[in-house]
């Protein structure tokens, strides 16, 4: 049993593990987001009790009723984040509380009850306690978090939930990239926008994820890997690159910059950009948060005063820009090439993340094991 904001989460851990030698098997060659850890964390709310039916138990599939209003109306929101093994073998998860403070503001967009902060940091460390040995210590592994929330009112009619099922699942992960850090192609969408003024785009929410498919297709038949957004409006402002923020580096060496769009309302707040900013200034970099049109960029890459484009996400951590395609023509930077201010980004806050650098910011959440 395990008592944090007076929530107590009780331990029901599966009787009989995954023998080791199944464990290192699937753990091989795992892929993304494609295996799960023998445990999940499961609470329940509802108005009169709160928070309450709080357990871990083993992870197994789901019943719903078919009229429950989450699967009609979309009423959820998610998180994503990293336990990750540590140089002298040990587990850390990264900012759980700056994920915890996410999860809470994207629950309220979505008019879901708000989950205590120290509860979703316990839950996690219950998780990654009890699977410990699913977290894998190869180079750009991570044992993937993901916590979720969905209504469970059953009703078609259109309504906040006053039944919600929180849910906290871990997925052993490997390397995003097969062969390395690879520069991507992005096609700019005009046709289609992710998110609007006053929308959800600042919430993780699913419905932004299912809205962005068509786009993906579509860039895809442009015979580009993802697609970059740009603002509703106007599209003429860079916002986002498929469900990872964007930054540029203008100009090089020391007297470089990196200027990340603005967070407007219509773009997520990455937990990774905010790391990169802060780190970006240590390693003696500019760093600036202001608005970025298409055609600064073009101009900026045509003149050289923009160097280098990069995505970045929790997932795949940096992710550089090679080639950008549009309706009205392209562009390619740094030749194809991840550029160095990037992969210098990238360097320093995996560093971090696996305990071979000092934390300055207490970005590490240690995990005891026992
Ligand atoms: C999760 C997400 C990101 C990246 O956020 P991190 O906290 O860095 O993982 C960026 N954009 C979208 C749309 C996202 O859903």
Redesign the pocket.
């Known amino acids: 049993m395990s008592t944090t904001a007076g929530i107590r989460i009780a331990v029901h851990p599966v009787k009989s593990r995954v023998p080791a030698a199944e464990r290192a098997r699937r753990l091989e060659n795992p892929g993304f987001g494609q295996i799960f850890s023998e445990h999940m964390v499961s609470l329940r709310w509802n108005a009169k009790e709160g928070w309450h039916d709080a357990q871990l138990t083993a992870y197994a599939p789901i019943s719903l009723d078919p009229g429950t209003s989450f699967l009609h109306y979309a009423q959820g929101v998610f998180e994503?984040l990293k336990a990750f093994r540590q140089v002298d073998g040990s587990i850390a998860i990264f900012r759980p509380e700056a994920h915890a403070a996410r999860f809470r503001r994207s629950a309220r967009r979505l008019a879901l009850p708000e989950l205590p902060e120290d509860v979703f940091v316990e839950a996690l460390e219950l998780l990654v306690r009890h699977d410990h040995e699913w977290v894998p210590s190869g180079p750009e592994q991570s044992f993937y978090l993901r916590p979720f929330m969905f209504a469970t009112d059953i009703g078609l009619g259109v309504h906040a939930g006053t039944e919600v099922t929180c849910l906290f699942i871990a997925s052993p992960s490997g390397s995003y990239f097969t062969h390395g850090v690879k520069p991507v192609s992005v096609w700019l969408s005009t046709e289609y926008t992710r998110a609007a003024p006053g929308g959800t785009g600042d919430a993780?929410f699913g419905g932004?994820y299912a809205g962005s498919l068509i786009a993906q297709a579509q860039a895809q038949r442009e015979g580009c890997d993802t697609v970059v957004w740009l603002d509703a409006a106007e599209h003429a402002w860079v916002e986002?690159m498929g469900?990872?923020?964007l930054a540029f580096v203008f100009g090089s060496g020391d007297r470089a910059r990196v200027v990340t769009p603005a967070l407007t309302g219509t773009l997520?707040p990455?937990?990774?950009?905010d790391s990169l900013l802060r780190l970006a200034v240590d390693l003696g970099y500019g760093a600036e948060e202001r608005r970025v049109s298409v055609e600064e960029w073009r101009k900026g890459n045509a003149d050289g005063t923009v160097t280098e484009a990069f995505a970045?996400?929790?997932a795949a951590v940096i992710t550089p820009v090679g080639e950008v395609k549009s309706s009205s023509g392209g562009w390619t930077i740094g030749g194809g090439k991840p550029g160095p201010v990037a992969m210098r980004l990238r360097k320093a806050l995996v560093d971090i993340q696996r305990g071979a650098a000092p934390d300055p910011y207490g970005w590490r959440h240690p995990v005891a094991l026992s």
């Open positions: 994503g993780k932004n986002e469900g990872m923020n997520l990455g937990i990774t950009r970045c996400g929790t």
